[in-house]
């Protein structure tokens, strides 16, 4: 499914025309002006699956940021502006095939880190609280409690519970269970299986971040199935070989002067794989 059907970025003259008519003295940076423009690109062109492969600092993440602020898609963390991002935005221009879905959102590498984060503070949380009931289990367990009024109603019951019941059923019925029984990997794709739903545009930065090979080839797995059974477009931004993969992807190679459109085995990162592989093949054997 094409939700989005292309992107318009300003081109250089147009960046030039705005930069000359501000106090350039004043700032010290003018991003994202003078990011993708030093590679001539003007335009994406979508389809069900479309893939930015560069280098750091080629403009795969801007690209992204600028497309999801434009079409106003929900975002989980904050990232960084500049006092011309609104100046920019609004010279950039796009072409949906009607209403882009509601549920569409942009997914990043700090949306996943902070997922994972999130779940240890509050298992850490957990065992913390878990520690402390153990303690009151047992102060509860044997002392000699009279409830005395019906402020103590809930004391009552603590002690009841405590007297009539194990340890760790006392602790169970007190405390929820430990929310994260994962590895980092399997958190990370568990927050991907989680947020994207059917019929959605997803953007997606550098989803390998946190994943082992096979775990991203999973990951390439259920993006194919998403594209190709459940409604969904995704424009990624990747180095990840088993990505760069993915059948039908139209891949951009932020890298080229002016950016341009290849197959994922011509690009330079995965001749480099194969390159490797090959001058070790013998140790395979």
Known sequence: MVYLSHFVFPDVEQEYSFL???????????????????????????????????????????????????????????????????????????????????????????????FILNLRCLNDGINQKREELFEEYLETKYSHFQMKSLDDYEQLKRSYMAKTKTQSRYVRNNLMDNVREHSNGESAFLYFTEKIQENGLYLLDEPENSLAPLRQQELLKFLEDSARFFGCQFII????????????????????????????????????????FRKHEYDFR
């Open 20 to 114: 000359m008519g501000i106090q350039r003295n004043c700032y010290d940076t003018y991003y994202p002006f003078q990011v993708l423009g030093r590679h001539k690109l003007r335009m994406l062109d979508f389809e069900p699956v479309t893939i930015l492969y560069g280098g750091n600092g080629s403009g795969k993440t801007t690209a992204l940021n600028v497309i999801a602020e434009k079409l106003g898609l929900k975002r989980d963390t904050v990232y960084n502006r500049s006092n011309f991002y609104e100046d920019y935005i609004k010279m950039c221009e796009y072409e949906a095939q009607g209403k882009v879905p509601a549920g569409s959102r942009i997914i990043t590498s700090d949306d996943v880190f902070d």
């Open 237 to 276: 931004s990747t180095h990840s070989p088993f990505l760069l993969s993915m059948r039908n992807a139209k891949i951009y190679d932020m890298d080229e002067d002016p950016v341009d459109v290849k197959r994922w085995t011509e690009l330079p990162g995965i001749r480099a794989y194969y390159d490797f």
